[in-house]
């Protein structure tokens, strides 16, 4: 918060720099006799009301700008602020200096409840050009020396402090489902999940701090790279892969959600923008061109025979640029390249003046693009060798020791900054241009000296050694390191504390290593529990030291099998180290203690292969409480052997919480926003894991219903991630085998399962009622029958809630019940009397007697003559 309020308050200045063309710079050499001058001191207090204990911020400022003040040089006014408290008593702050434009602020917390008054005062000043910039005050600064301001004091501010705090600002929670860049900035809760992936420029390059990260195998989708799988009939061998040290797939960085990667095929000079959730191309950029490695005017266009040294991409950078005037991150990619012949620049700048520098053969030249478009903006020549870190603000510096005593302090951003970027323009020719004063303004289109990037040059003690890494505040080497069979070595610790640079923090002189006849390797380190590591190679063990003194604290532990002398992945997280190698075994060991807390295998290579188990090798990247691995060896073996994987496991517990076969090795893994990409060389294809997208679809039959009867609810829930679009979303217990069978053409599995949907309903009475849950099947369809218990109109809905695979979705569909028809009356027979019970017989019997007299007089008449 207290951050915030700095930014709020430099804000509040820059509006009233604005103000500073209202006040005309007189043209004269002097005042005689000098100028004394009446002031208004004005101050304002926010917010009012306020909770006690929360802090106000104070902004205070005076009518008249400081006369001599120009950017970072000339005179500054002091202020104090008077606080009356509800008790009456009072509180003095400051003295408190002002900035350029005449304006202070601070912060302040109030511990009772009742009316406080704040008061600004100004004790006045005599202009002495203090703090004059380089060549002194030209002649419009000059005049106001020996001027006087008179003091002056503000009116009173009241601000009333209440018991109860008042509310602060609230942000969006953190997204459960589906989420796109940019980020709104008001979301600041937010960074906690927006991770970039800057290329190894980072403190700890093998842990994402500030992403979430796959947790199962969906793959969102996939691009070729290059022409991969089995290549002809009649054999089983694959296109070539680029190991060993050829690889299609390299860089990786990752910036505002966007995958910057170099192009994969000969003659490789280029790089891709794509988007990371769809894959969609977003630019390409050829890199210039080749680089021009063979002519003395230019290193940046032209030809060459020489095809990898062709500008590719190298890191990312997120630089965080805030002065007075300007404040915000600056987003670039980098690429770098040895000028091999050596180069000459000469510029000439509008003035007339002529700025030249020269670049030695072998010297390294950094290009600068914007992350945005890929435009080019311009070249760093004579950049230094040495240990490259990101420093706090994203700047890109380099650590030099050499055996002479001297440690140097190299920043990108120095190196590109005004005046220096203005390529040797004297300062008397901008100092009068205000807007250059704090401003990041890139030199555009020209090459400048990195010669002029030095922070700082100090001594040191001669003869120490190697720098191993630069930390936040001492710089880690060794001597000795590296060769087998070394009697002795030195572990030392050089001081990057302001005031303090380059001293001797402690020397360690280890008559021989833990194990004689060994070779060791400086691990990682960790600044929180002030814990750095050493590989013992032949052993297999780990060793533990204390950053502060260099004395050991724990180790030896248990030893790894003895594969893992070719070499070890390593990252520290969450308090533990974490390491696996060629011996296919992941262990995770506390940091503190060194003792191991997990092992976990990876799977046996079956009948393929010499490994027990599959060599961890490629990357080791720890993120969202997870370790991801990739299995690899030095040169892929033809035919490729089968059963090579990417695996997740839990960072807690070591369970394998998910794996699928590929061959991620040499190009690597990177993770941010939640996904997770690299290269698999078994079909050379880029392959994005994460959460896709999905859809889900309803229907009802019949949709006129009657009340008593069954409704259909019918519907699909698909996945919609661009590699599979259309496709049924499936479970997470069968996320592998269904990634392998859509991706990696392995038989459709037979016990697949879909994913669970909620069919719920808003009645007519408007109550929202659940009718049941139904699981879709491998086609993404499902079904569910139910009998509404009430006429009307029904909102059917049904919900996919989301899985560790899948964003959730739903859909709607409206049934109207009707009143089941009122039946019709069916008229009861007419029940006989007794008197129609004998009357019946009655007839009956006259018919009888009738026939028979019929037939008597019949057979008379046949007797006559």
């Known amino acids: 918060m207290e951050k915030n309020r700095n930014s709020i308050m430099i804000a509040f200045f820059l509006m009233i720099t604005i103000a500073i063309t209202i006040v005309a710079l007189p043209t004269v050499d002097a005042h005689t006799p000098p100028w004394s001058k009446t002031t208004w001191t004005y101050i304002a207090v926010t917010p009012s009301p306020i909770g006690v204990g929360q802090s106000a911020l104070i902004v205070f400022w005076l009518d008249t700008l400081p006369q001599t003040a120009s950017g970072q040089y000339g005179d500054r006014y002091t202020f104090t602020v008077t606080v009356t408290k509800p008790d009456k008593t009072t509180e003095t702050l400051g003295p408190i200096g002002s900035d350029p434009v005449g304006g202070g602020y601070s912060n302040y917390i109030p511990t009772q409840e009742g009316n406080y ?86 403190p700890n390059q093998n842990f994402q701090p500030y992403s979430t990260a796959p947790n199962t195998a969906h793959i969102v989708w996939t691009k070729p790279m290059e022409f991969g799988g089995i290549a002809d009939g009649g054999s089983d061998v694959s296109y070539y892969t680029g190991s060993a040290y050829e690889s299609f797939w390299s860089a990786g960085i990752i910036i505002q959600g966007r995958l910057f990667y170099n192009e994969p095929k000969a003659p490789r000079y280029g790089w891709y923008c794509v988007d990371l959730r769809t894959g969609a191309q977003i630019f390409y950029n050829n890199g210039t061109g080749p680089i021009q490695v063979g002519s003395q005017t230019s290193a940046h266009i032209g030809a060459t025979n020489i095809p990898w040294q062709y500008a590719q991409l190298s890191f990312g950078q997120l630089y965080e640029y805030d002065s007075p005037n300007q404040h915000g991150d600056r987003a670039y990619v980098w690429s770098t390249y040895t000028d091999t012949f050596g180069s000459s620049y000469k510029y000439t700048m509008q003035n007339g003046t002529s700025y030249s520098f020269n670049a030695s053969a072998g010297s ?147 008559q021989q290593p833990p194990v004689v006849n060994s070779t060791l390797t400086m691990g990682p380190m960790d600044e929180e529990s002030r814990i750095f590591t050493v590989w013992v190679k032949e052993t297999n063990q780990w060793y533990g030291y204390n950053l502060d003194t260099g004395a ?33 075994i992941l262990s995770a060991y506390d940091i503190n203690t060194g003792v191991r807390l997990w092992q976990s295998t990876l799977n046996t290579g079956k009948l393929e292969g010499p490994y027990p188990y599959w060599p961890i090798r490629g990357k080791l990247i720890v993120a969202d409480e997870k370790v991801y691995v990739t299995t690899d060896e030095h040169s892929h073996t033809q035919p490729l052997l089968r059963g090579w994987g990417l695996y997740c496991f839990d960072a807690n517990s070591g369970n394998n919480l998910w794996n699928i076969s590929g061959l991620y090795g040499y190009g690597s893994i990177s993770i941010a926003d939640g996904y997770l990409v690299g290269l698999d060389n078994m079909n050379n294809e880029l392959t994005c894991f994460g959460q896709g997208q999905t859809a889900t679809t309803i229907a009802a039959s019949p949709q006129v219903s009657v009340h008593g009867n069954s409704v259909l609810i019918q519907g699909t829930v698909t996945d919609q991630s661009p590699g599979a679009k259309g496709t049924a979303a499936i479970s997470d217990t069968s996320m592998t085998d269904w990634m392998e069978y859509l991706y990696h053409q392995q038989p459709k599995p037979t016990n697949a399962k879909g994913v669970e949907v909620s069919i719920d309903t808003l009645d007519p009475n408007g109550n929202l009622v659940h009718i049941g849950n139904t699981t879709s099947d491998t086609t993404g369809a ?39 028809p009122t039946a019709t009356a069916t008229p009861a027979p007419a029940q006989a009397s007794m008197a129609d019970l004998y009357f019946v017989p009655a007839i009956v019997g006259l018919f009888i007697f009738v026939a028979i007299i019929g037939a008597v007089i019949i057979l008379v008449l046949r007797k006559r003559p």
């Not at 990101?390 to 055996?403: A, D, K, M, Q």
């Not at 790894?560 to 696996?580: H, N, R, W």
Request: hydrophobic content about 35%.
């Open 782 to 820: 499902y079904g569910y029958a139910f009998t509404p218990e009430i006429p009307g109109l029904y909102t059917i809905i049904a919900s996919f809630d989301g899985s560790k695979s899948y964003f959730s979705s739903q859909a709607e569909t409206i049934i109207n019940v009707q009143e089941a």
């Open 552 to 584: 050991q604290v724990w180790g030896p532990t248990e030893a790894a099998p003895g594969y893992d002398m070719y070499g070890v992945l390593t990252s520290i997280a969450y308090g533990k180290l974490f390491a696996g190698g060629w011996a296919g």
């Open 364 to 510: 390294t030249v950094w290009q600068m693009y914007n992350a945005f478009n890929g435009d080019w903006i311009c070249n760093i020549a004579n950049v230094p060798s040495g240990t490259r870190v990101t420093g706090p603000t994203g700047e890109l510096l380099i650590y030099t020791y050499n055996s002479a005593g001297y440690l140097t302090l190299w920043n990108s951003s120095k190196a590109l900054e005004f005046p220096n970027n203005n390529l040797g323009v004297p300062y008397s020719a901008y100092q009068s241009a205000e807007a250059f004063y704090w401003m990041w303004r890139e030199p555009i289109g020209r090459t400048v000296d990195g010669n002029n990037g030095y922070s700082w040059n100090v001594t040191a003690p001669k003869n120490l050694g190697s720098i191993t890494k630069p930390l936040s505040d001492m710089i880690i080497g060794t001597s000795g390191f590296g060769s087998y069979g070394m009697n002795a070595y030195t572990i030392w610790s050089l001081s990057l504390k302001q005031g303090s640079v380059g001293t001797l923090l402690w020397s360690k002189n280890y």
């Open 117 to 202: 008054t704040f008061v600004a005062n100004f004790p006045g000043i005599k202009y002495a050009g203090a703090n004059p910039p380089p060549g002194g005050f030209n002649t419009a600064y000059a005049a106001y020396i020996n001027d006087t301001l008179q003091a002056s004091t503000s009116n009173p501010i009241t601000v009333i402090v209440q018991h109860d705090p008042i509310a602060e600002f609230q942000g969006s929670p953190l997204p459960t489902d589906y989420w796109t860049r940019p980020i709104y900035a008001e979301n600041r809760a937010w960074n906690t999940i927006a991770g970039n992936w800057l290329g190894g420029t980072e």
